[in-house]
Structures are given as C-alpha cells and as structure tokens.
C-alpha cells in the first residue's frame, strides 16, 4: 500500500475560457470539479496505475463534504481526517486560446492541536501497513511550520520510505530530517538554495539531508541527483494544455519506480511520461493513457559522468 498525505486538501475547479482578459467578463465554456490537492492528485494516477493507495490528511465543512463524495467512487481508500474548519477550493483558469492557466488557491481551514494531535494517531497507524508514503503539497494555518520533518521522522522510524513535495520553510525544514526523496521545482529548489543553475542546486538540496533529490524543470523534464548517479530526463517534445498536477503525476511515478523496485532511469522515464500525459488531460489527478505508453519509450534518460 500507498499512503499519500495531503494536510491542506482542497476542491480543484478547473474553468475553462476562450480568452482570458484582465478586468473582463468571461463566460465559461466548461467546468470540471475534482477531488484536489497535491497528494490525492498523486493517489488518483497511483490507483490508475494499478497500486493500491490510501488518502489521508483533512477535511471538513460543506466543501470537505463535496470532496469526498467526489473521492468515494475513485479506487482509493479515504482515511481524511474530519476537522472543524471547512476545506478549502483552488480555481484554475485555462484559456483556451494559449493553454496557458491562471490558478487561485485559498489558504485552507485554521487548525487546532487537537485535530493534528488526532491526525498524528491515523498517520502512525497507516505508516506501520505503507510500502511507501508521500507528503505533498501547503501546509494549512495553524499546523507547526516542521509538521513535515515531523512526519518525515515518523515514517523513517517506522523504516518506510517517504518522499516530500512541499516548498518553503516546510521543505527547508522536512530536507533536514532526511527524507528519502525530494522533489522540487525549479523555483522551489531556488529558493532553497540560492542557485539557480539546476545541477548544483540540486546537489546543493541533497546535502541538506535527502537520500536522493529529483528536480522538476517544467517541459525540459527532471534532473535527479542520488546515491547510485546523476541523470537528466526529457520528453519527446514540449506539449501544450493545463500543467497543473502534471508535477504530482511525476511524483506518482517516482512512487510506482520505487514500490516496485525499478532502477532509476526507469523511475525518471515514467515520471516523465506521466507528466506529459497530464498537460493534455482536462484535470489534475488525471492523465491520457494513450499518450502515456507513446510517450514512454520516447523518453531520453541521460546519466552524467560526474558523481552525485
């Protein structure tokens, strides 16, 4: 089993527009409403691939409601956490005419010690039955700003693997308690570092303390330092459409690779073709089969003669 934790869930509603103009009326030529945040996008293409995953995090109020409700038909175990505070909604917005997306997420319901004092017990029960766990995405107000390091530590306790996806201090201060795999974006490993040259900023972010650092670099691929090499991957060619979630999509593949033993080329290669089977999918959480398996195989993995 996967476990896949998502502390500031939300509803993903995807608006899409011919145009998108500032300051103008839009009428809106589709509407799409998904179960969202980072880990249950991650836990949707996992259950697509054939894994066996279990969402956790929180939810509550009306909105916390609706997402479940939109979880329960999906092959993945609900183990969310209900709090007082009402689940937050992300809108991104596509204009049609570019591909490009406008995204708007709110901050999520305030929590108390008493709810992250309960989520604590649901996590510590699930870790002891995961292969593998994912900590993805914001923290919600009113959790400690170390609650991943903390979650990082429990797992490693438990000798579970876990990969973190988060930015900021959370990521600054989750790196520290040496996760077994991080992945950041461009920016967020900029930020984290202060390099801005992709291979040494990601060399730079695994002496921070993650076993391994695998780097998101938009629709140039993934750039991943760790123990056994250092490798660049790419897709066949850049594709357009919605972009969000294709970097969860990367991240269920990075899971897959390693609760199946895969060796790394072939991890990245996944993670890859996964992620550009998202962009052309109407939703996060989802993406094209078809274009998955034709994208595979046409995925360029180059190692780097130079040590991790």
Not at 68 to 78: C, E, G, H, Q, Y
Not at 114 to 138: H, I, K, M, N, P
Not at 288 to 308: G, I, P
Request: aromatic share 4%; net charge neutral.
């Amino acid at each position: 089993m996967i476990l896949t934790v998502t502390l500031n869930t939300a509803l993903d509603i995807t608006y899409k527009v011919d145009a998108l103009t500032p300051h103008a009326s839009h009428r809106v030529t589709d509407v799409a409403e998904r179960p969202g945040g980072k880990g249950v996008n991650v836990a949707r293409v996992l259950a697509a691939l054939g894994h066996d995953t279990v969402v956790t995090g929180f939810a509550g109020g009306p909105t916390g409601d609706v997402l479940r409700t939109l979880l329960a038909p999906l092959p993945v175990r609900d183990a969310l956490v209900p709090v007082a505070g009402t689940t937050r909604r992300t809108v991104a917005v596509v204009d049609a005419s570019t591909g490009d997306t406008t995204q708007l997420n709110e901050p999520g319901p305030t929590l108390d010690p008493a709810e992250w004092s309960a989520f604590v017990t649901v996590y510590e029960e699930l870790v002891r039955q995961a292969d593998a766990v994912a900590l993805c995405g914001s923290l919600p107000p009113g959790i400690h700003v170390g609650a991943y390091a903390e979650l990082v530590r429990r797992a490693r306790a438990a000798s579970v693997p876990v990969l973190l996806d988060t930015s900021g201090e959370p990521l600054r201060r989750g790196i520290a308690a040496r996760p077994d795999l991080v992945k950041p974006n461009a920016d967020e490993l900029a930020r984290l570092t202060g390099a801005r040259e992709p291979l040494r900023a990601t060399r730079d972010a695994r002496r921070r303390g993650a076993h391994a650092v695998v780097a998101s670099l938009g629709p140039e691929g993934l750039l991943a330092v760790t123990p056994d090499g250092t490798w660049r991957a790419a897709p066949p060619a850049a594709v357009k459409g919605n972009p969000t979630g294709a970097g969860d999509s990367a991240v269920a593949g990075l899971l897959a690779g390693l609760v199946e033993g895969a060796p790394w080329p072939e991890r990245l290669a996944r993670a890859v073709a996964l992620s550009t089977a998202t962009v052309l999918a109407p939703a996060a959480g989802e993406f094209d089969m078809t274009t998955y398996r034709e994208t595979l195989s046409r995925v360029t993995v180059t190692e780097h003669a130079t040590a991790a």
